[in-house]
C-alpha cells in the first residue's frame, strides 16, 4: 500500500460479442457490446500497464464492423488524456494474449513483458481451439517464427518478457494472481491503494458483475472446471482482502467508474 | 459382425437449441431444431437400446415450447412399429446420461443399464455446470438419495447398472468406444452388420457431420481437450473401420436416414 500510488482505467474502445459466448450455457443470444478497458498505475517503480486493448484495424480485418474505438480511445489517445506517451510505460502485464488483451503491447516499446508462463507457452503453440484468441501476435512477431523477427533466437524467455508462475507481489501493492480456465496462464490484478479499499481487476476469468454473482464463465475457455475455480477464487479473494472486483468487459459497471484522466488512489 | 443382426433407428422427437450451443465458438446464433432417436439392435444376444430420447412432459417443465414428440414419437410408439415392448428391451446403453438421452429408460424395466463407469458418478454427483444436464434422473431416483428410493442401498452399482471403462465388446459385433469431453464417461457405439459398412454412432461426442468435418465441439462440454480429442478419435475410427458416422443431432443427414420400421442390417 503506498500512498503515491494511483490507478487510471483506460477507456479503449468497444467490442461486440453474442451474450451465449459471454454467458456460457446462459445467453441471453444475441449480441452484446462490452467495454474494452486498461488498467495504468503510475507507482513508485514504474508505470505499470495491465492489458492493453485491440488493434482496430486487426479487429476490423478479422471481425469487420464490431470493434468501436475513436481516437481518444487508442491507447496513445487515452494516455495523451494524462500527459504520458507509450514509451513511458515501464511493465506491459497482460491477463492474457487475447486479441482484445493485447493491441497496445507493440507501442510500449520500453516496457519489459509481464505474463504468466503457461500463457506464453499457450500463445506460442496454440492448439487448434486457441488460434483464433491468439491471433494478433504483433507483440511478438517472433514468437512462432523463430530468430529473425524479434532478434532474440529461439529462446522465447528474453529480457522483453518476464514470465511468472505462482502468485506475485511484482512491486509493493501489485499482486497478480493465478485465475486459469479462461486461457491456460491468466492471471488477475490487485492493487492496494492508500485511500480505498483495494482494487481486484479480474481479467477474462469473470467478465461481468452479473457472472460473478451466477457463477457463469465466459463462453470462450479451455479448462470448464478451472474456469470455475477461478470464479470462485475471485469472490474468495475480494472478500479475504476486502477488495472491490472490477470485471474486464462489463457495459454497467463501467459507466459507473471513474475512467482517465479521473484516478484511483 | 451377425447376419441376423438389424439396427432400427427410433425416431423420438426434436428439440431446439441455439447454434452457438450446438457449434461451440461458431454458430450461427439462434434456435436451430434437431432430431433426438435411439438405436435399437436385434441381436441374437439380446434387444440393445442405444438412448432413449427425453421425456417430453420432463422436458416441457424445464423449457418452454421446446419438445416436439408426437405419440408414435415417444419409445413406446417407436416400438409399436416394430412389434416390441419396452419390457422386451434387455440392455439399455446410455451413451451418457443427458436429459435428452435418458428419458425412456425408466420403461425398460427389465433391462441391465449399461454406461461407464464415470458417467454414472459424474450424474450421481453433478458438479455445479452439470447440473441442468442430468436433470432428469427419473430412470434411478436413488442414485443421488440413497437407500429407500431405489431399495439398493448406497451402493449405487446394482445388477440394474453393468458400469464398464475402456472400449468393450459388449456382444458380438456391438463396440463402445470411450469419447469423453461432452460429459465424463461418455460412450459411442459402432456396431458391425454382415449387409453393409459398419455403422459408427457418435453419441454426443459430435452432433452434426459439420461438426465432425469442421472440427466443432459441442457448445455443453466438460473438458474442451478431451472433446476435440474424441473428435478426432471419432474420425481415426470411422478410417480404421471403414465405418459410416450417424452424429447424434444432425437435421440434415436425419432426412437421408431409414426410420423404423425400416432397418439396417
Known amino acids: 500500500m503506498t500512498s503515491d ?6 477507456d479503449l474502445g468497444s467490442m461486440a460479442l453474442d451474450g451465449l459466448m459471454i454467458y456460457w450455457m446462459h445467453g441471453p443470444s444475441g449480441p452484446i457490446r462490452f467495454p474494452v478497458y486498461g488498467v ?3 507507482h513508485p517503480d514504474g508505470k505499470f500497464l495491465y492489458d492493453t486493448g485491440f488493434d482496430k484495424s486487426f479487429i476490423d480485418s478479422m471481425i469487420p464492423n464490431n470493434a468501436i474505438q475513436a481516437e481518444r480511445q487508442t491507447l496513445q489517445g487515452q494516455l495523451d488524456l494524462i500527459g504520458l506517451r507509450a514509451s513511458d510505460i515501464t511493465h506491459v502485464i ?3 494474449y487475447h486479441v482484445d488483451h493485447v493491441g497496445g503491447n507493440k507501442h510500449c516499446k520500453h516496457a519489459t513483458t509481464v505474463c504468466h508462463k503457461c500463457e506464453l507457452e499457450a500463445a506460442a503453440r496454440p492448439r487448434v481451439f486457441e488460434e483464433r484468441g491468439y491471433s494478433d501476435m504483433s507483440f511478438a512477431p517472433g514468437l512462432r ?5 524479434i532478434g532474440y533466437g529461439d529462446d522465447i524467455y528474453t529480457p522483453r518478457f518476464e514470465t511468472l508462475t505462482g502468485d506475485q507481489e511484482i512491486a509493493k501493492g501489485i499482486f497478480l494472481f493465478e485465475t486459469p480456465g479462461h486461457t491456460p496462464g491468466h492471471y488477475s490484478l490487485m492493487v492496494k491503494l492508500a485511500g480505498r479499499r483495494p482494487m481486484l481487476f479480474s481479467g477474462d476469468a469473470c467478465y461481468t458483475q452479473r457472472a460473478l454473482d451466477e457463477n457463469i464463465i465466459p ?10 475455480d477461478s ?14 472486483v472490477f470485471c474486464s468487459h462489463d457495459p454497467d459497471s463501467w459507466k459507473t467508474w471513474q475512467p482517465a484522466p479521473g484516478f484511483y488512489s
Open 231 to 244: 470464479l470462485a477464487r475471485l469472490r474468495q479473494l475480494a472478500e479475504q482482502h476486502d477488495a472491490d
Open 40 to 42: 495504468l498505475i503510475d
Open 5 to 10: 500510488t494511483k490507478v487510471y482505467l483506460l
Open 94 to 96: 497482460n491477463s492474457h
Open 219 to 228: 463462453g470462450a475457455h479451455v479448462d470448464v472446471q478451472a474456469s470455475f
Open 145 to 149: 517464427g523463430g530468430a529473425q523477427s
